[in-house]
């Protein structure tokens, strides 16, 4: 063996070792940043299974048909009974006023926006539909609980204007800007060969909107109206200070009522930790979550779909 | 005949486009609204005393300076907790992930993870880390279920920031022998870093206004000094609007509006800044 070739091995030892080395520096940074990711997946599966363990077991006390279709809920009184009728059907009024609100008035404007407006009007509205998102919900509640309720009251003539319907109202403007922003971008989705085709037909533009544009886009206003459902089924603060709290099965969305989610934040407070009312509560919660992820999961895949619709 | 059939078209057309009009009305004049009413109705109580003094007589009278340091103690632990994480995972799954089900099963638990609602959050916080790692309720405990929140928000922005930059920065990094770690390190983080802030500042902005999961979690309503330690109790705006609000009785009205102003400040500005960052960066990049 010569020098130079015993030089040139060394030489080359020494690469493989550093590369190897460098290959164990990357590996341990690709498994971090795998487990990261990983991550969502535990926090999401974290919440699944705390609501199962600490929910679940209220029905070995209320079997599940008694808890879902129970209209008692009497969390201190001896014995406890635990019905949610009442929190469920205030939480559909309320939905139900939100989307009847909301729908037309959040596609009009999507369409207003895709379809009709200058680039100016459009630049000026954007920022201000930011805005609404961007109001918390607890002050969504102080204007329904100091302005809406008093104006519902004296309108409707009712004894009480904290009630389902102003929360209804509340929440169709918290739901308003999701519905928008979707609907909208499923409208600028459309390709623009359909309407220039309608127009060679003769269609006039409010035409061409109603038969082409809205048609074409239905699945992704679909999810904007699904993801803005989903807002208002899990809202909190706003159905919890405007709502009024009744504990009663409510027969029209001018009573006070109680939805899931202000079911929860109310009594959790006094629920002590493994008790009855606390399980109760995370049960609520459970069914609530429910709710949401099916909303949200269909939402994403008519998205998906709507996508892949005019991908060229 | 012909001619009153376009002109019924025509007609038919202006009345829909006002129905469009007032729509787009409906959508855009309440939130002008409600920050007017705001800003009018609470700007005259707002002076240096209400800013820099504790509470006194149940919130009646006295400041609100406990509560706007609490919101920003969570504020800035929803960025330390949710931001790391957030463009770890954002690397992860824009540079490392292969096309497989694990990481379409973890896009999909992202986006479910944004759906699902506040109070089931604060569920979430109560069970895990008020009373199963026993932090109490208290404000660490509060400001980690805020950022187990705001995790959405920022692996989505992290990530939509990082697959925006050009492949060929990735190529011609490789191609002069960097590895992937460095030409991430080096090359990507700093082409992607204003759209990963921009996103957490605004899951910031969002988490000043939560309410729902921190009055599950077990803030305070009244408390004469700050938090000397993340296991202490605190106060928070958002929750302290819904309390003076909502539970206090003969409470002064323009006390109300003006913890609603302060709040607002806090959440739009953030809201803003991230407007900023963003258009900033684009101008720079485009312009």
């Known amino acids: 063996m010569t020098k130079q070739s015993a030089s040139a091995a060394a030489a080359e030892g020494l690469e493989k070792n550093l590369r190897r080395r460098w290959r164990f520096g990357e590996r341990i940074i690709e498994g971090w940043v795998f487990l990261t990711g990983l991550l969502a997946i535990a926090v999401l599966l974290g919440i699944v299974v705390l609501l199962l363990k600490e929910g679940v077991p209220i029905f070995f006390h209320t079997p599940p048909w008694e808890f879902f279709f129970g209209t008692k809920w009497y969390p201190v009184s001896e ?10 059907v205030s939480t559909l009024m309320v939905t139900l ?36 998102a961007g109001i918390p919900s607890v002050v969504m509640g102080l204007i329904g609980l100091m302005l809406l309720s008093p104006l519902v009251q004296s309108i409707f003539n009712l004894p009480t204007g904290l009630c389902g319907l102003t929360a209804g109202i509340m929440l169709s403007l918290m739901s308003l800007p999701i519905i928008v922003s979707v609907s909208e971008d499923a409208l600028r989705a459309v390709p623009d060969e359909f309407r220039q085709a309608a127009y060679a037909l003769g269609a006039t533009r409010w035409e061409v909107i109603k038969y082409v544009s809205i048609p074409a ?58 008790g009855l009312q606390y399980q109760a509560l995370f049960a609520i919660g459970l069914i609530l979550f429910i709710m949401t992820l099916a909303v949200n999961l269909i939402a994403d895949k008519v998205l998906e779909r709507q996508k892949q619709k005019f991908a060229r | 005949m012909r001619t009153r059939a376009i002109v019924s078209r025509q007609l ?67 960025f330390v907790f949710s931001l790391p994480i957030g463009v770890m995972a954002g690397i ?52 980690l279920t805020l950022a ?11 990530r939509e920031a990082i697959l925006a930059v050009p492949r060929e920065y990735r190529e011609g990094s490789l191609a002069i022998g960097a590895t992937k770690w460095q030409t991430v390190r080096h090359l990507i983080l700093p082409q992607a870093r204003p759209g990963i802030i921009t996103g957490a500042v605004l899951a910031m902005s969002r988490a000043a206004g939560e309410t729902a999961p921190i009055l599950v979690v077990g803030a305070a309503f009244l408390m004469r000094g700050l938090p000397q330690s993340p296991s202490d109790q605190f106060m928070a705006l958002a929750y302290h609007l819904y309390t003076v ?4 009785p003969g409470m002064p009205k323009d006390t109300i509006w003006a913890v609603a102003l302060v709040l607002l400040v806090v959440v739009l500005s953030f809201n803003v800044l991230a407007t900023i960052i963003r258009l900033r960066t684009r101008q720079r990049r485009y312009g």
């Open chain 2, 245 to 248: 609000a909502a539970h206090v």
């Open chain 1, 97 to 132: 006023v939100a989307t009847a609100i909301a729908v037309p008035v959040g596609v009009g404007c999507a369409a207003y926006l895709a379809e009709v407006a200058t680039p100016r009007v459009r630049e000026t509205a954007k920022p201000l539909i930011e805005l609404l």
């Open chain 1, 79 to 88: 014995p406890p009974t635990f019905g949610i009728m009442p929190f469920f």
């Open chain 1, 217 to 274: 886009a239905l699945s992704g206003v679909a999810a904007a109206i699904m993801l803005g459902v989903g807002r208002a089924i899990g809202e909190t603060m706003t159905v919890l200070m405007v709502a009024g709290g009744a504990l009663a099965v409510p027969h029209s969305p001018t009573e006070p009522m109680t939805p899931m989610t202000a079911a929860i934040a109310s009594g959790i407070g006094n629920a002590v930790k493994g």
């Open chain 2, 92 to 143: 992860y799954l824009a540079e490392y992930a292969p096309r497989n089900w694990l990481t379409r099963a973890i896009n999909m638990a992202i986006i479910n993870l944004a759906g699902v609602p506040s109070i089931v959050y604060g569920l979430f916080g109560l069970g895990v880390f008020v009373l199963a790692l026993n932090l109490g309720m208290s404000l660490l405990a509060a400001t």
């Open chain 2, 12 to 78: 038919s057309q202006r009345v829909a486009f006002g129905l469009l009009v007032l729509a787009t009305i409906i959508v855009v004049v309440p939130a002008l609204l409600i920050i007017l009413k705001i800003v009018i109705s609470g700007a005259g109580t707002i002076g240096w005393e209400f800013l820099t003094q504790p509470p006194s007589q149940a919130g009646k009278a006295g400041g609100i300076f406990p509560a706007i340091v609490g919101t920003f103690y969570l504020m800035l632990g929803t």
């Open chain 2, 148 to 158: 187990c929140q705001a995790l959405a928000m920022t692996i989505t922005t992290s």
